[in-house]
Each structure stands twice: as C-alpha cells, then as structure tokens.
C-alpha cells in the first residue's frame, strides 16, 4: 500500500509540473477555435487549435520561429495536398505519395523539423478529411496563423516563471558539479581506483544535464521577453545565463581532472596531501553559487570562496613528479577560472585573480 500511495505521489508531482503548459495548451485550443470561427467566420478551423497546442507543446523555446514554421508547414502540406489529391483521388498510395511529396517539398525549401512534421500532417488531413478546395489553402494558412498567435498570446498572459526552470535544472548541474568534486576529493584521500572510475563514469553521463540547462535558459529568456509580468525577472535570469557556458567548461574540467586523478592512483603516483581539502573547497563553493543563484543574488559569497579554495594552486602547494598528477594540478586552476566566470568575472579577471603558479622563496634580511 505504501509504495503505491508512493508511485501516486510521484505522478501527481509530474502532472503538476506540467500543469501549467496543460492549461495553457488547452486554453490555446479553444481560443483559437473561436477566433477563427467567430471573429474570422472559417466554418471548420481545423488548424487553428492543431496549431496553438503545437506552438505551445509541453516544452518552450523558439515560439515566435515556430509560428513561421507552422504557417510555412500548413501551406506547404495544404499545397502539395490540393493539387495531387484533386488530380489523383484519395486512397492508399496517393496519401502515401502526397505526405512523401510534402515533406520532400519542405526539406527542399530548408525547412526545420516542424516544417517537415507539419507539411506532412497537413497534406494528411487534406487527403483524408478536407477535400480540396479553391480557397481552402489560403483558410489553412490563416487558420495556422490564428493559431500560433493565440499560442504567444497565451503564453504572455498566462507565463510559467521562467526562473523555476531554471532554477530546476541549474540545481542538477551544479549538484553534478559539486558531487563530482567531492567523489575525486574523496577517491584521492583514499586511494581508490575503483571510487574514482565511478565519478569519472558519472560525469560521462552529465553533459544532457547541462544540455537540458542550456534550453531551460532558452525557455526562460523567451519567457522574460514575450511575458510583461515576467519582465522583472530578467536581471535574475541573466546571472543563470552567465553561468551557463562557464559551468559546461566546469564540467568537462573536472571529467578531465577526474581521468588523470585515476590515472595518477593507477600509477601509484603520488598525489599531494592538500589536494583533497581543496577539491571539497571548491565542491563548497559550488554550493554556494547554487544556493545565491536559486536566492537571485549577485554570486559574491561563491566568488569569494573560489578565490579562498584556489590560492593553494600553486606547485608549491600542489606539487608533483608524474604526469597525471601535473594535468590534476593545470586542471585544479582550470576549474577555479571556469568557476569565477559562472561568478559574472571574465576570463581575463578569473586567470588574474589565481595566485601564480610559484612563489618566490623569502629572501632573508642581509647582514
């Protein structure tokens, strides 16, 4: 009984994180069907709805270019469908003839995936439903047209909040991040080859997660630009987006650092004592990025903390013979630098703000 009240739980948790797109695909729908019919006076708006729900969809990105790819879509596949289907009949190989053509038609004219998608479910419909028509090409455009704008309308009256997205998945990234640099620190400190493979096979696998960040982002600053009562959000969003391409590099630091960390316990090479504390300063740090950008603070605390973490990356303090613990070393100062860039630093301000490879000895007083 428990682990179905469980799974239950689970469901509803998804559907309410899609809850909002529902409604709004559901509203869309609907409106767009009494434009259409009522205020434009199409009897049968077949594509006014199919086209809202599809403008909107359940996940966000690029609406205003997928109301041009619908409206290119519908006219293609209405086109190509009249034509044939008023020449040809209807049947089964002529609806298989007209959809190959349709889509044929749309990849020719350098069309996306939703141009190819739409021109063939036009011609669909146009074989198999709605004979053609003299004027019927030109009421499918507008239909799709009628549509796609009732989908940005809704989606401007009736916005998701684009930093819950982003919020969403930038936990996960930077949760990765952190994970990661906490299992390496921990491998080190116990010499375990077998601990180190697991993270380096971990972050393997954690490039769709900054992949699913990076279209989170898209969503959110579509959002933020279409949505007037989403516009205060804007500056919040920008510090995400900052951090965004700096925390992939992050990332693919750390699985390089992860690898000849591995290679470097394989070798019996021997690793310097401080390495590990350093490694848990910067999995510190990366909690603390994440809890100021989830709060919309500017990053300061987590800045400091990367520059704290990484003033023992020096040979001095970091020091080694063999190769791989060399790269570890250049790989510590790599993610320190990719870190103060997701801070809002540039390049140029996160290199200066390293302390320098070696330090000169003091020299003692003469005399």
Same mark, same amino acid.
């Given at each position: ?9 689970? *469901? ?6 899609? #809850? ?16 259409? +019919? ?21 996940? =966000?990105?690029?609406? /205003? ?16 469908? %009249?034509? !044939? ?11 298989? !003839? ?11 004219? %350098?069309?996306?995936?939703? &141009? ?8 669909? =419909? ?32 009736? /916005? ?49 997660? &900054? ?23 804007? %500056? ?9 391409? /700096? ?6 630091? +750390?699985?390089? !650092?992860? *690898? ?18 350093? =490694? ?33 990356? +020096? ?22 630098? %990719?870190?103060?860039? #997701? ?6 301000? @996160? ?10 000895? !003091?020299?003692?007083? @003469?005399?």
């Amino acid at each position: 009984m428990g682990a179905v009240r469980a799974e239950l739980g689970r *469901r509803l948790q998804r559907w309410r994180r899609t #809850a909002l797109p529902i409604l709004q695909a559901a509203l869309a729908a609907g409106l767009a069907w009494f434009v259409a +019919t009522a205020l434009v006076g199409h009897p049968h708006p077949f594509f006014a709805p199919i086209s809202a729900v599809v403008c909107l969809g359940v996940s =966000l990105g690029q609406r /205003p270019r997928r109301v041009a790819e619908l409206v290119v879509g519908v006219s293609v596949g209405v086109g190509v469908g %009249d034509v !044939l289907i008023s020449q040809i009949g209807s049947g089964p190989w002529q609806i298989a !003839l007209v959809v190959a053509l349709a889509m044929s038609a749309a990849v020719l004219l %350098d069309g996306g995936a939703v &141009i190819a998608l739409q021109s063939g479910s036009s011609a669909v =419909l146009v074989a198999t439903l709605l004979p053609p028509s003299t004027n019927g090409g030109f009421d499918r455009m507008v239909d799709a047209l009628i549509g796609g704008l009732v989908g940005l309308a809704v989606t401007a009256l009736l /916005p998701a909040n684009p930093l819950t997205i982003a919020h969403r998945h930038g936990k996960v990234v930077l949760g990765e991040l952190s994970t990661a640099l906490r299992g390496i620190a921990s491998a080190v400190a116990e010499h375990d080859t077998v601990k180190a493979a697991g993270v380096l096979a971990q972050l393997r696998k954690s490039q769709s997660a &900054i992949e699913d960040f990076k279209d989170a982002l898209k969503a959110g600053k579509e959002i933020a630009t279409i949505a007037p009562i989403r516009w205060h959000r804007r %500056d919040e969003l920008d510090h995400y987006r900052e951090a965004a391409l /700096p925390l992939d590099y992050a990332l693919r630091n +750390t699985r390089v !650092l992860a *690898r000849r960390a591995l290679a470097a316990l394989r070798d019996d090479e021997g690793t310097p004592a401080i390495l590990p504390d350093v =490694l848990r300063r910067y999995a510190d740090a990366v909690d603390l990025l994440r809890t100021e950008l989830a709060r919309g603070d500017k990053p300061d605390q987590a800045r400091a903390a990367i520059r704290d973490a990484a003033s023992t990356a +020096t040979t001095t303090e970091l020091g080694g013979d063999g190769f791989s613990t060399k790269v570890v070393l250049a790989q510590i100062r790599s993610v320190a630098v %990719d870190l103060l860039q #997701a801070t809002g630093l540039s390049r140029a301000d @996160a290199v200066e703000a390293l302390p320098p490879l070696s330090r000169k000895p !003091l020299t003692p007083p @003469a005399g």
